[in-house]
């Protein structure tokens, strides 16, 4: 049986993407380039208010308050993301606490 080439096992489809620290710096950077190669983004921000969303599609992305000292505010955005998605594929752990 032939092996699936690596472009199409990593192909973006309908993965889903958790990204902490999304509002800004490294991780909105990231969020940009994997929203332009097609993946659905579930970001998760302090504020979600002042998030500026634009250049991401809205049906393509989830915006979660999520605050790094808040365990909680981990478990309700990982449930938000699953209830929205239906899937958890990959988790980008960015946001920084000094």
């Not at 699936?4 to 902490?20: E, F, N």
Request: no cysteine; hydrophobic share 55%.
């Amino acid at each position: 049986m032939a092996e699936a080439a690596p472009a199409q096992m990593l192909a973006p489809g309908d993965r889903v993407v958790m990204i902490s620290g999304a509002a800004r710096g490294i991780g909105r950077a990231i969020a940009r380039r994997l929203t332009d190669e097609g993946y659905r983004l579930s970001l998760g921000v302090r504020d979600v208010r002042r998030f500026d969303a634009a250049g991401f599609a809205a049906d393509r992305i989830l915006v979660n308050r999520f605050d790094a000292l808040e365990p909680a505010s981990a478990a309700a955005w990982v449930a938000a993301t699953a209830e929205r998605f239906g899937r958890i594929d990959a988790l980008i752990n960015n946001a920084g606490v000094l």
